[in-house]
């Protein structure tokens, strides 16, 4: 009995075990079954007539198509724009903004130097060259300070500026040259190469290190020109500046030039214009006062040896004459600025420091040339001063001693320049303690910017002075 019943149990296990196999197979066929129909569905939903992707390529289509009717109804309406403006030539297209150049002393990356620093009463100018006369420059861009050893000689245009002061009711006009801040290496004899400075510092257009004077550089470093930097002791300003405003001719008085050691200079006005004859007759001391008082907004002072040195240098680098030396003006006992009178500067180029129009004249010969430059503990009674103290400033250089070796500045073309050109050289001492530059109309070789000497101060028929202008 026991043996039948555990025979019954085990087939109904091998039942139950066949029935769950079962079960397990149909449910394998229907998820098969599903999984073909959704495939078939999505497949179906993506590439079928009407479809995902078919969607989205209509659409596409339908965008470039927008694209190019609504380019066609562009170019419809510009057509008709311009059939209209070549009907009606009053029409014109409308332009795009033109950014205004600088002119503060900001540095110009298109030019390559700061530019010109323009003040009241300033205007930049341009040479017309149809009427021989100096129109606004309305570009504010007509200048150029080019390398003249690959643009060609005496291609480079420094930039100019016409000054307008009221003298009683009469207006006068007065012109001045932009010397741009830079660094210079004395290489050779009657070699000197300049790098232009970007802004107030010390960083070059092509990024070539430099120093300041008070950094006690050598010969192997390119110099910050003094007559730029804050260094008063050796020419400076008091402040570090972008760049100087120099005399395009030597001064001359509005009131005219009476040759007479008895003209009362504190009733006359400065200007600096061409064809006339240069102001002298002057002691040194009254010239130190009229050029400040010319125009004090514009401190207006009279120009110092470290200035002189600048206008020298670039003169002689690529970016002037390139080593030729300047022509001397000797037209004679008139002393007319510009190397005659009336315009003839314009045919004189040979004596302007560009070889151009554009260049500053009567650096070589002409007058003598006072600069507020001395030796300290000169003999100053000829000199009626009022700049002797012993003591730089800004307006004024004291010399500590008579040794051009040894007590010359650096950037100030004595020492560092001697006998370029066969221009003479006689340093200060302490009976005469005033320097003169330039040379007179009867040096001949021996004047040229290179040119220093030495004077008492006192009135003279052949020492005129050059003013000078910071911003």
């Known amino acids: 009995m026991e043996k039948t019943r555990k025979t019954n149990n085990k087939s109904k296990n091998k039942k139950i075990v066949k029935s769950q196999k079962g079960i397990t197979l149909v449910a394998l066929v229907i998820t098969i079954i599903i999984i073909i129909i959704l495939a078939t569905v999505t497949i179906n939903m993506a590439f079928g007539d009407n479809g995902l992707i078919t969607q989205a390529q209509k659409a596409k289509d ?7 009717a609504e380019q066609e109804g562009i170019n419809s309406v510009l057509s008709e724009y311009l059939n209209v403006m070549a009907e009606d030539s009053e029409i014109t297209p409308p332009t795009p903004p033109v950014e205004t150049p600088q002119t503060d002393g900001s540095f110009s990356e298109k030019e390559g130097v700061n530019t010109p620093n323009i003040g009241a009463n300033m205007q930049l100018v341009v040479f017309d060259a149809d009427s ?18 690959t643009e060609g000689a005496n291609s480079s245009e420094w930039a100019n500026a016409k000054v307008t002061t009221q003298v009683g009711e009469q207006t006068v006009e007065s012109y001045f040259v932009w010397i741009p801040r830079f660094a210079y290496k004395i290489i050779g004899t009657n070699n000197i190469d300049i790098k232009f400075i970007k802004g107030t510092g010390k960083e070059t257009v092509d990024g070539t290190p430099c120093k300041y004077v008070s950094e006690n550089p050598t010969a192997d470093d390119y110099i910050v020109h003094p007559a730029f930097t804050d260094e008063e002791e050796n020419g ?49 001391g009254n010239m130190y006062t009229v050029a400040k008082a010319y125009a004090p907004s514009l401190e207006s002072h009279m120009l110092k040896n470290s200035e002189w040195g600048a206008v020298a240098y670039l003169t002689e680098s690529k970016y002037g004459r390139n080593g030729t030396e300047v022509t ?54 000829y000199a009626n001063s009022a700049f002797t103290t012993g003591t730089s400033d800004k307006y004024s250089t004291a010399y500590d001693g008579t040794n051009v070796n040894t007590d010359y500045k650096y950037g100030d073309a004595t020492y560092e320049t ?16 005033f ?37």
Request: a negative charge.
């Open 62 to 68: 339908m965008t470039a198509n927008s694209v190019v």
């Open 132 to 149: 021989n006369t100096w129109v606004e420059d309305t570009t504010k861009e007509a200048y150029s300070y080019v390398d003249t050893s």
């Open 236 to 284: 400076g300003w008091d402040t570090q500046i972008s760049g100087i405003w120099v005399g395009k001719y030597e001064t001359s008085s509005v009131e005219g030039n009476s040759n007479s050691t008895a003209d009362n200079v504190t009733t006359k006005t400065a200007q600096v214009r061409p064809g006339v004859s240069s102001w002298r007759y002057i002691q040194i």
């Open 328 to 381: 001397i003006n000797n037209n004679g006992t008139t002393y007319y600025t510009g190397g005659g009178a009336g315009n003839a500067y314009v045919t004189n180029t040979p004596q302007s420091s560009t070889g151009n129009v554009y260049g500053i004249y009567d650096l070589s010969g002409n007058a003598w040339e006072y600069v507020a430059s001395y030796y300290k503990d000169g003999d100053f009674s």
């Open 418 to 433: 001697s006998g370029w050109h066969s221009d003479s050289a006689s340093f200060v001492d302490s009976d005469i303690p």
């Open 435 to 471: 320097f003169v530059r330039g040379g007179s109309f009867t040096d001949d070789s021996y004047a040229g910017v290179f040119n220093f000497g030495r004077h008492l101060g006192d009135y003279s028929s052949g020492v005129s002075f050059r003013l000078s202008l910071v911003l």
